[in-house]
Each structure stands twice: as C-alpha cells, then as structure tokens.
Nanobody, 113 residues
Framework: QVQLVESGGGLVQAGGSLRLACAAS????????MDWYRQAPGQQRESVAT???????SYSDSGKGRFTVSRDYVKNTAYLQMDKLKPENTAVYYC???????WGQGTKVTVFS
C-alpha cells in the first residue's frame, strides 16, 4: 500500500519556523517530483513548492525566499522548511507525488500574530 504521511505541522507565532516532513512508503518516489500544496479555509488547494528528482526546485510567490524544499532519498522523505511564517500561511499542507494520484492526509499549520 502506497502512503504519503505528513508531519510537523502545529501552532507557531508569526516570524517563527516549521519543518514539515512527508514520509513515503510502499513506493520509491526518488524518480518522481514531489509537490507541496496548501489549502486554507474556504480556499482551493494551491501549489506551494516542487522539488524535481534532478534537484531543481520551484516555489510559488507566497513561499519564495522563505520556504525551502528538500528530500532525503534514502529515507524516501520530502521536507518543507518554512521560515518567517505569516498568519496568511495558515492552512493544511499536503504532499503529493507529481504526476500521480498519491496525496498525504495533510498537516495543519496555524500561524498566529
């Protein structure tokens, strides 16, 4: 059974940091790009960042300069480091295997001012 399991969300004050993790099991995702998405209350799910298997990264405007994606191919795990968080970053964050139907269950991030 293929699973993506996110962790690392929580409650953080504005200006703080969180590191989200997405642990994959049941499939080797090393040849796939991994996406991070977020969904804020009442909003559509939107892309935050992507890391391709080549190591190339791409960020949405909301995360550029403050968010960093990385991967540990041995652990089959992707990470999203979020720094200088803002209240508008409050959302449920999901990881996704690019080009697949595999999604994690999401991890909630709440940023308070």
């Amino acid at each position: 059974q293929v699973q993506l399991v996110e962790s690392g969300g929580g409650l953080v004050q504005a200006g703080g940091s969180l590191r989200l993790a997405c642990a994959a099991s049941g499939k080797d995702f090393s040849q796939y790009a991994m996406d991070w998405y977020r969904q804020a209350p009442g909003q559509q799910r939107e892309s935050v960042a992507t890391m391709f298997s080549s190591g190339t990264t791409s960020y949405s405007d909301s995360g550029k300069g403050r968010f960093t994606v990385s991967r540990d191919y041995v652990k089959n795990t992707a990470y999203l480091q979020m720094d200088k968080l803002k209240p508008e970053n409050t959302a449920v964050y999901y990881c996704h295997g690019w080009g697949t139907n595999y999604w994690g269950q999401g991890t909630k991030v709440t940023v308070f001012s």
